[in-house]
């Protein structure tokens, strides 16, 4: 068990089969450079209880060094005998400065705390890029939003026509999840800037060691209250795994519609060559792969979550080597959402709007009807009778084969003497949607004021 992090007590050393589903640098390797700068920390508050001489430190720290260059190009990487990333690193480092001073290390840690403190880093830095690939893609729909400022879309309940809304009403719906996604992660820091180092393997250390100096050469804000809590809670990596998981989420229903949009039935969309995909079989075929992409990851985001939320279940305190399988679903979300967002962000900044053919179809499926009796209750008409009789002049209309903006007078008439001619000044779909000015309402100058708050919650977030 030659350079392990454990052994003497044992008679030998690990079976081959125990040794194979031990090994974790497969996929915890990816936080070598945060347990470097973790050492770093560690071997600086040794420096300052009195166990490492400045010379030691000095060497200590080079050592590290010389460790983080090698793991950036990687000459360095773990051997299959490496049970984790720490006992690899430890290992190296003693190759490189010598049993005397790198066998100090180790005092006063244990990879309970190393690991719950890496961990947290590692997300602390991919909350950054995800944040700042979210607001591209916020980015990308407010620009179509402005480019579309006043272009109308058919607006759907139970994805039946329902009331004409402006594009940029739609478009902004669905960024407004995206800035509460990065509001989120701004409030999930808050959580996550706690650092467990210095809480040992449960009970915390008897050294002296000051882990507030830990966690501020980490960049966290303070030490963990509790050791047993700081090494074996992982509500902070699970919250970060449902803000993917619902950002994904977020993505898959506009995936959705930009699906739909882009058949030929709908025809609203065009997508960019680059951001479209072909077929090996069918030559004429341009498919929105990148949409089916982020539906379909979403349910692996999904599946990171319950996998982590079912090995948190039932654990006991402290430590437990289940938490080792905190990390692959985490690091997976992750990686699938900076590969998502990117190419998400692209496609919507490049995707054509079909406006004429939006507005063709927009006061089809009489989605003007809550107009007509929105019209008549202003009219003092009680909103029970207005909405029968708008709904008795739908059924009018639509045995006549007709819309409701070509129902002629004595039609009208013949639903409702409240049906005079000046209905008709509500029978258009500009005049329907530029009524709508309440608050959050789709009139063009409420959405453009709505467009100003998202930007402005985006930045500020
Ligand atoms: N690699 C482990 C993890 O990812 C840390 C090692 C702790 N091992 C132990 N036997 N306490 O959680």
Redesign the pocket.
Same mark, same amino acid.
């Given at each position: 068990n030659d350079g392990a992090l454990w052994g003497a007590r044992f008679a030998g050393g690990p079976s081959p089969e125990l040794a194979e589903l031990s090994r +974790?640098t497969h996929f915890?390797w990816i936080l070598a450079p945060y347990d470097i700068a973790g050492s770093h920390a560690h071997a600086t508050a040794l420096e300052a209880a009195g166990y490492l001489e400045a010379d030691e430190a000095r060497v200590m720290h080079e050592g590290l060094d010389a460790l983080a260059s090698k793991i950036a190009d990687g000459t360095l990487q773990p051997a299959p005998g490496d049970?984790?990333?720490?006992g690899a690193l430890e290992k190296a480092l003693i190759a490189e400065v010598g049993a005397e001073v790198g066998g100090r290390l180790r005092a006063g840690r +244990?990879?309970?705390d190393?690991?719950a403190t890496l961990v947290r880093m590692y997300l602390i830095d991919h909350a950054r890029v995800i944040a700042r690939d979210l607001l591209r893609v916020i980015d990308a729909l407010v620009a179509q939003s402005e480019a579309h400022a006043e272009a109308i879309l058919p607006g759907r309940t139970h994805l039946q026509h329902a009331q004409p809304v402006l594009l940029a009403h739609h478009l902004q719906a669905h960024a407004w999840p995206l800035v509460r996604e990065l509001e989120r992660l701004v409030d999930w820091r808050r959580r996550a800037g706690v650092s467990p180092y210095g809480g040992g393997?449960l009970a915390g250390s008897t050294l002296g060691l000051d882990p507030a100096l830990v966690a501020s050469e980490l960049g966290l804000d303070r030490p963990a209250e509790n050791s047993l809590d700081g090494t074996s809670a992982r509500d902070v990596v699970a919250e970060f795994a449902f803000i993917a998981a619902m950002t994904g989420i977020d993505l898959s229903r506009l995936s959705e519609e930009i699906i739909l949009w882009n058949t030929r039935e709908f025809g609203f969309v065009t997508l960019d060559d680059s951001y479209s995909t072909g077929s090996s079989i069918m030559p004429q075929k341009k498919n929105p792969d990148i949409a089916e992409l982020a539906r379909g990851k979403s349910g692996r985001l999904i599946g990171n979550l319950s996998g982590l939320l079912a090995t948190l279940k039932g654990l006991p305190l402290a430590?437990n080597?289940d938490?080792?399988e905190?990390?692959e679903p985490v690091f997976d979300s992750v990686q699938t959402l900076e590969v998502v967002l990117p190419a998400f962000a692209g496609m919507i900044a490049t995707m054509r709007f079909d406006t004429a053919r939006m507005a063709e179809l927009a006061p089809q499926g009489f989605s003007l009807a809550t107009d007509v009796a929105e019209w008549l209750v202003k009219r003092r008409v009680p909103f029970r009778d207005a909405h029968e009789i708008s709904g008795a002049l739908v059924r009018a209309c639509e045995e006549a084969g007709i819309g409701l903006e070509d129902a002629t007078d004595e039609l009208l008439v013949s639903v409702s003497p409240h049906l005079v001619p000046e209905v008709r000044d509500v029978l258009s779909i500009e005049g329907s949607v530029a009524s709508r000015t309440g608050v959050g309402g789709t009139a063009p100058v409420r959405v453009a004021e709505q467009r100003a708050e998202l930007v402005a919650r985006a930045q500020a977030a």
């Open positions: +974790s915890d049970e984790d990333v720490h +244990s990879r309970n190393q690991i393997a430590y080597r938490l080792q905190d990390k």
